[in-house]
């Protein structure tokens, strides 16, 4: 049997799997609430590894790894960022919002909890965070679609048409029918296969240039700064922006709305503490992995004096190469995993985004709840649709369309987010200026070059937004005690014994 057919044996388990798992969810999946929240229903690890799955995505074992093997451990940082920002979102904003978006009218998504908690009667809050999520996440969309073409390029010198179009006819079909629950398990199992890949391959490839002291001397020899956090520049300006810029991924967490929402599926807030745990370990098992396959990614091809190509792909290569056909198989399903899951996600979110957020605001009588599920998967086709003309024919790497969605959630979202759980004066007009400051900071930060530009947007975004929504909060706060007695029973809640 020849080594394709064991990778393509491999690749159809995986596809068939996350079928049969979107199917048992459609069985399980009744009414609007169950289709967009899972019913408030997920137990602690199915939260954590959903997060943690549908938050990293194809840069996971793509992006990152290429940024590692290109320049070194200074892109280390966004590691770091990252599993700082995981931690304290689960710690601080996790509990708070699952008890919060319950006592607030039983908010399912983050526009109607902005509406809800700010009471917002213009609806204007509501309808610009969900224009606001319907463009961010088509670009976010976009970026799985390219990494699935990318993918399929790589492993199979194939069509990058073609492998983008089956990537998302999969993912559709799971998504369309199992709703978010059929998205939070794929999830599950996607993020065990990305972790045990990101582990495996770089071990093997450690074993296979003859140890780390081999694949250190290899490394240094080509590029002695690939070792130096600071890229071997010292301690200067442009240092300083790329270390900031790395730690800023962090704050974007705040604010992704496909990460926060696993909050607020949560079954009670007392169990955001045992996801916390469990999330934050796949998290920095995941991106530890992801760091050393880039670094020994950079023995590896110079040892075997291979023409790499496109560096995203380092990864993909190393375990076609080193694995048998089978486990490789495996680890390229892996891949695909990285990339459905976020995307499955961000799918549901713009569904909710357009029924619930748009739709049910614009329409003046109660639609019927059949009408809503339908309506639901009606927009998750319309949403593909858009990214997938946008993916056709990319103009920036996987790692640059994501880095540009994610700072545009953590600016507009993330500021209102913490602002709202822990600070009573925050108003609707605060949070609609704020979230329009961190948006249009983020475009036109990320449109502007050199010097301090070079500074990740998320960063002046998130800032800016932050000092908007607390000087226009001061000036327009009224007393609302309908509000204080949500915030005192948000508080009370959390703090209720399990």
Request: aromatic share 10%; charged share 10%.
């Amino acid at each position: 049997m020849s080594d394709q057919i064991f990778i393509y044996i491999a690749l159809g388990l995986y596809f068939a799997a996350m079928l049969l798992i979107g199917y048992l969810a459609y069985r399980k999946t009744s009414g609007h609430e169950g289709y967009m929240l899972g019913g408030r229903d997920l137990p602690p690890w199915v939260a954590a590894l959903s997060a943690g799955a549908s938050d990293m995505s194809g840069w996971l074992i793509m992006g990152l790894p290429g940024a590692i093997y290109v320049s070194g451990l200074i892109e280390g940082w966004i590691a770091v960022g990252l599993t700082l920002g995981a931690y304290f979102n689960w710690l601080i904003v996790a509990p708070r919002l699952r008890a919060y978006t319950e006592v607030s009218r039983n908010s399912i998504t983050v526009p109607s909890f902005f509406e809800n908690r700010l009471r917002d009667n213009t609806r204007l809050l509501r309808i610009v965070s969900s224009v606001i999520i319907l463009v961010f996440f088509t670009l976010y969309i976009s970026s799985g679609m390219v990494a699935g073409g990318v993918f399929f390029e790589s492993s199979f010198n194939g069509d990058y048409l073609v492998g983008m179009i089956l990537v998302t006819v999969v993912t559709l079909g799971y998504t369309l029918f199992g709703g978010f629950l059929g998205a939070s398990l794929t999830d599950v199992v996607q993020g065990l296969m990305m972790v045990v890949a990101l582990i495996v391959v770089p071990v093997t490839a450690v074993i296979a240039v003859g140890g780390w002291g081999e694949a250190v001397t290899l490394i240094t020899q080509l590029g002695p700064d690939h070792f130096d956090v600071l890229g071997g520049t010292g301690l200067t300006s442009v240092t300083v922006i790329g270390v900031l810029s790395g730690l800023a991924w962090g704050l974007g967490y705040f604010g992704q709305p496909h990460v926060v929402v696993r909050f607020m599926a949560l079954r009670k807030p007392q169990e955001a503490a045992s996801a916390r745990r469990i999330g934050v370990t796949w998290q920095i098992l995941s991106l530890t992995g992801a760091v050393f396959a880039g670094l020994i990614g950079i023995a590896y091809i110079e040892q075997r004096g291979i023409d790499l190509g496109d560096p995203e792909a380092v990864v993909l290569l190393m375990s076609q190469a080193l694995l048998h056909p089978l486990i490789a198989g495996l680890v390229l399903a892996a891949v695909l995993a990285a990339i459905m899951s976020t995307f499955s996600s961000q799918l549901i979110v713009c569904s909710s985004a357009l029924v619930e957020d748009i739709y049910k605001v614009l329409k003046k009588t109660p639609p019927a709840e059949k009408t809503l599920v339908m309506l639901g998967r009606a927009c998750v086709l319309i949403v593909a649709f858009v990214a997938a003309v946008l993916a056709v024919n990319p103009n920036d790497t996987i790692l640059g369309l994501v880095s540009f969605a994610w700072a545009g959630f953590g600016a507009s979202f993330g500021p209102i987010i913490l602002l709202s759980l822990f600070w009573r004066k925050l108003t609707n007009w605060g949070a609609l200026a704020a979230m329009v400051v961190g948006a249009v900071t983020v475009f036109s930060w990320s449109a502007a070059e050199g010097g301090l530009f070079d500074l990740y947007e998320l960063l002046p975004g998130f800032v800016f937004a932050l000092l908007t929504a607390v000087i226009v909060s001061l000036a327009t706060y009224k007393r609302d005690e309908g509000i204080e007695e949500e915030f005192t029973a948000a508080v009370a809640m959390v703090k209720t014994p399990a």
